[in-house]
């Protein structure tokens, strides 16, 4: 199952296509494999996976309902995506002094910041 999160990251041509891509994943219906996404990691050992979106067409993900996609980031390009992860992980170390990406992105969910 794909899950998005509310406060998903996005550059460049992604961020302005960001609806269009999710309804496209969500139904498996990719016309463009070039957009990548940041997802939280599958590999506790990892801090985060990087999933080209044509990954998603493949039966695996379709039908394994045991383990969820958690998706965080969208990103043109390979680049794109590492450029993305290298911030996302900055901004966690600066604000945790951890490199425990999804327990910041959880912890946000459950403490949003006061207005």
């Known amino acids: 199952m794909i ?3 509310k406060d998903l990251r996005a550059r460049g041509k992604a961020k302005r296509k960001e609806k269009k891509i999710r309804k496209l994943v969500e139904k498996r219906r990719l016309r463009s494999v070039n957009y990548y996404c ?3 990691p599958s590999n506790k050992d ?3 996976d990087i999933y080209n979106m044509g990954e998603f067409l493949f039966a695996h993900y379709r039908k394994d309902y045991t383990s969820n996609i958690h ?3 969208l990103a043109d390009n390979r680049d794109e995506a590492a450029e993305l992860a290298r911030d996302i992980i900055d901004e966690v170390y600066r604000k945790s002094g951890t490199f425990d ?3 910041y992105f959880r912890d946000a969910r459950n403490h949003p910041a006061d207005p």
Request: cysteine-free; overall charge negative.
């Open 3 to 5: 899950e998005w999160d």
């Open 38 to 40: 940041l997802a939280f």
């Open 46 to 48: 990892n801090i985060l």
């Open 71 to 73: 998706i965080i980031g």
């Open 101 to 103: 990406v999804e327990r």
